[in-house]
């Protein structure tokens, strides 16, 4: 059974930085897309970050281009969020997804494997 598990939220203030995991089993990281989805209180969830199987094709959506790094580690089966220079703005609940294509992939309906999330909260 696939499962992919979130780790790394926090509390932080602005400016602050953290490092989100996802581990996934039963399903090997560089053989699928996978992506970072936050979503706020009251808002639509949205992507935040995708990287494509083993490419270097990467997807950062624009409010976190230049702060944000999303990676994998294969051996660990493990993706990961460095967040840094966070912002209010920033806080919700993050959750890692995976799907079997070879591009990235920007609907979240289109994600057939999903974390359960991780509350990361910026605030003063």
């Known amino acids: 059974q696939v499962k992919l598990v979130e780790s790394g939220g926090g509390a932080v203030q602005p400016g602050a930085s953290l490092t989100l995991s996802c581990t996934a089993t039963?399903?090997?990281?560089?053989?699928?897309?996978m992506a970072w989805w936050r979503q706020a209180p009251g808002k639509e969830r949205e992507i935040v970050a995708a990287?494509?199987?083993?490419?270097?094709?990467?997807y950062y959506a624009d409010s976190v281009k230049g702060r944000f790094t999303i990676s994998r580690d294969n051996a660990k089966n493990t993706m990961y969020l460095q967040m840094n220079s966070l912002k209010p703005e920033d806080t919700g609940v993050y959750y890692c997804?995976?799907?079997?294509?070879?591009?990235?992939?920007?609907?979240?309906?289109?994600?057939?494997?999903w974390g359960q999330g991780t509350q990361v909260t910026v605030s003063s």
């Open positions: 997804a995976a799907v079997f294509r070879g591009i990235v992939v920007r609907t979240a309906s289109d994600y057939r494997y």
């Open positions: 039963e399903i090997a990281v560089n053989s699928v897309t």
């Open positions: 990287t494509v199987r083993t490419s270097s094709n990467k």
